[in-house]
């Protein structure tokens, strides 16, 4: 009698366990389905897509997406039809948050529709216009810099060059950080002409692919190179010496003084884990009691 029991019971206990692994195993298999799903299905809307190097034959598009993904241009004079893939890349698009795609062999002054590709989302079809054909050109010297990320150069992002009554200029950063914007075709905002002056103030504003920003104003007409870092926002047009590079590091707002202003902004970056890189007096990678050590010394030695 027992064995006949022991029969029935050792397959139910046999039967039970097995129910509740594979039901502990099909709860964990949905779960991962839903991670790898919501994965991959993070909106990569292209945004901020912006037109810049408006020319006759050609345009520039540049746009960002929230993380890094294949991306590339469509475009027609009708339906978008053709496709450019980002300037950096030679054949299938590279992953990045940062793009940016030059569209050549364009007719003058033809409107074209075009819209960004990225992944399984696309941005609104849009339009741009081509300019009109100039045979001018001026003799301005390209405006070339490089960008530090900290101590290093900064190995992706764009530069945005905004010079007034002008259309935005735009280049994507190369080897070692450097960056190189012509002047010699860039066109006014009517896009009938090209620049023929190039005295006055520009703004150069370099996007990493991370988000963060570098700003400068500049006197145009300079030959010197550019020389930014990453979380800086410099005015170069009163500074004698080398362009992008700050006077005197300790004055951090700016004002030709090294003061208990300086101070304070120290102190506001105090043990943060995100902090104005120019608080990090002493590069360390963080902003604690040595930085204020060292701002005090400076504010102690210009007051004397």
Known sequence: MNSLLDRFRIPTLLGLAIIILGTATGVYLVLQNQTITSQATIDNTPQKVTISNITDTSVT??????????SFVSFG??????????????SAPIPRT??????RNLTPQTSYNYKVVAGKFNSAILTFQTAATSQSQNNFKPVTGTVLDDTQ??????????????????????????????????RTEGLVDIISSNTGVANLTVASD????????FNLNSEEPLILKIGQNLDL??????????????????????STADYAIVNKNLGKKSFEIKTDLNEDKKVDKKDLNLILAEIKKNSK
């Open 77 to 90: 004079t009708t339906s978008p039809n053709q496709t450019v893939v980002d300037d950096r890349d030679t």
């Open 210 to 217: 991370d988000g963060r920003v570098a700003t400068a104003i």
């Open 153 to 186: 150069p900064l190995e992706e992002g764009l530069v945005f060059l905004t010079i007034p009554g002008a259309i935005t200029q735009v280049a994507p950063i190369k080897s070692l950080g450097s960056f190189i914007i012509p002047l010699s075709f860039v």
């Open 61 to 70: 598009i540049s746009w960002q997406t929230p993380s890094k993904i294949g």
């Open 98 to 103: 940062d793009h940016v795609a030059t569209i």
């Open 237 to 258: 047009t009163q500074r004698p010496g080398q362009l992008g590079v700050m006077v005197n590091k300790f004055d951090l707002n700016e004002d030709g003084q090294v």
